[in-house]
């Protein structure tokens, strides 16, 4: 059974940093990747991960956001800073299962970014 699991959510000032982890077990993944999702607005890629490490981000992040991966744990982070408040989104992890062919999504964590 597939499960996708994140953490490290919060409430931060802007400017500050935070770090998201999210765990996949029961399968290998391909890519994995953060997506978020703010109110009133559709979900949107963050940034994602290949296998081999090779990595793309959205726009609005680059710079700032960090994604890597642990493949003997299936993790991968996501390191945040100089965050701002349209930052402030549900943060979902996504792992691509290849053989047989599968999306799987976490629950989602909260960031908010407020002073």
């Known amino acids: 059974q597939v499960q996708v699991v994140e953490s490290g959510g919060g409430l931060v000032q802007p400017g500050g ?13 391909s890519d994995m990747g953060w997506y978020r ?9 963050v940034a994602r991960i290949t296998r081999g ?7 609005s992040v680059k710079g700032r956001f960090t994604i890597s991966r642990d493949n003997a744990k299936n993790t991968i982070y996501l390191q945040m800073n100089s965050l701002k408040p349209e930052d402030t989104a549900v943060y979902y992890c996504n792992a691509i299962r290849t053989l047989p062919r599968g999306a799987y999504w976490g629950q989602g964590t909260q960031v908010t970014v407020s002073s």
């Open 17 to 29: 940093s935070l770090r998201l982890s999210c765990a996949a077990s029961g399968s290998i993944f």
């Open 37 to 45: 999702q703010a109110p009133g607005k559709e979900r949107e890629l």
């Open 53 to 59: 490490g090779s990595a793309d981000y959205a726009d």
